[in-house]
T-cell receptor, first 118, second 112 residues
């Protein structure tokens, strides 16, 4: 089974400042990793994902995350945030190997509320 | 139109009532999921289905049941609603086993 811990429940930051949202996971098997974003009164949308290959993955709106296998982390970063980035962010993990009870299921962290102030 | 549609979007009911939340999708995905979201707890998996004949319990299935009426339809039922089932419920779909999910906009349920 997998588990995900998001280390900060709330992160306030000023506009144009950098931000890091921290995520650690636990798994006995290889994993796929995801960040989802939830804007107010909306469902979750995929922000970025790590499946294989380069450990640094990027989104179209300037976020990036780096898969660190030794530290079992997948922290989300953005060098300069905008007011429109205010949302709740969820880190999630699924087992990458076919078969087993965890295959095809996504386990979510508790969420981090990012609030960008002007 | 949304690819994953949930109805109703909001529902207020009383303890002991039977409630059904419905989900339909136009993405053609084989896998469908029901999650529950509570503040500070993230999303917890209630039930999931990998095809029409396959139904599986998730982490918190007690008090819930599901029906996969067709590839595109997956309903969640609360046979006798209780106040601690007050939450935001999400339906999601996926194709294959990677775990990349596509979510509906959610159904907010309040049990008084």
């Amino acid at each position: 089974a997998q588990s995900v811990t998001q280390l900060d429940s709330q992160v306030p930051v000023f506009e144009e400042a950098p931000v890091e949202l921290r995520c650690n996971y636990s798994s006995s098997v290889s994993v796929y990793l995801f960040w989802y974003v939830q804007y107010p009164n909306q469902g979750l949308q995929l922000l970025l994902k790590y499946l294989s290959g380069s450990t640094l993955v990027e989104s179209i709106n300037g976020f990036e995350a780096e898969f660190n296998k030794s530290q079992t982390s997948f922290h989300l970063r953005k060098p300069s945030v905008h007011i429109s980035d205010t949302a709740e962010y969820f880190c999630a993990v699924s087992a990458s190997g076919a078969g087993g009870t965890s295959y095809g299921k996504l386990t979510f962290g508790q969420g981090t509320i990012l609030t960008v102030h002007p | 139109d949304a690819d994953v549609t949930q109805t109703p979007r909001n529902r207020i009911t009383k303890t002991g009532k039977r409630i059904m939340l419905e989900c339909s999708q136009t993405k053609g995905h084989d896998r469908m999921y029901w999650y529950r979201q509570d503040p500070g707890l993230g999303l917890q998996l209630i039930y999931y289905s990998f095809d029409v004949k396959d139904i599986n319990k998730g982490e918190i299935s007690d008090g819930y049941s599901v029906s996969r009426q067709a590839q595109a339809k997956f309903s969640l039922s609360l046979e006798s609603a209780i106040p601690n089932q007050t939450a935001l419920y999400f339906c999601a779909t996926a194709q294959g086993g990677i775990g990349e999910l596509f979510f509906g906009e959610g159904s907010r349920l309040t049990v008084l």
